[in-house]
């Protein structure tokens, strides 16, 4: 009968304790070196709120609480390469409210963006491009663009306050039938 060894098993607690003796000190030294320019790349986030204002598509023109109620949850991850450039994982939930011309409310769904991109700090704001598609439910073949225009404000040490401004321009279609369509929205939230 054979005996089944985990990966502890096989490299031994010898050889994890050598493991890690010669990782700790680096782990160590990268902690107390965060804010010299030589510990770069970090890791950070944000966490917000999205909501589209007005949407603009070859088959008209639709506004918020007019025609439609949409709020997303903004949740990504970004690695930090530099004091100047950054690349941005972001993932956005939205939930879709859809009016009838009377205002009642006619259709729900819901679809994630996925909108991975560049950041580039100017100093008084930061400025980026994401492409990004959305995944859901009936959601047609697309792909897009997003240039974003962000401001930070500091609440405390590596915690920032945000307001940003998301210019998505989407090309959808499905077979034989194609468009296009722009939807500015505001963010807002908290980065770290």
Known sequence: MGCRKGWVGTVGLAGMAALLTGALPQLASAEEGKGEAGSWPRVGGHWGV????????????????????????????????????????????????????????????????VDPGVVYDFGPFSGGLRTAVQVGPGVPFNLGLVPIINKGFAIHDGLKWFVELDLPFFVTGVPGDGGVSFTPLIQTGVAF
């Open 50 to 113: 999205a909501l589209p204002l007005v949407s603009f598509t070859d088959e008209g023109t639709t506004g918020i609480f007019a025609d439609f109620l949409t709020v997303g949850i903004a949740p990504g991850v970004t690695v930090k390469l530099n004091e100047k450039w950054s690349i941005d994982f972001e993932f956005i939930a939205f939930s879709r409210w859809q009016f009838e011309n009377d205002g009642t409310p006619a259709r729900a769904s819901t679809s994630i963006v």
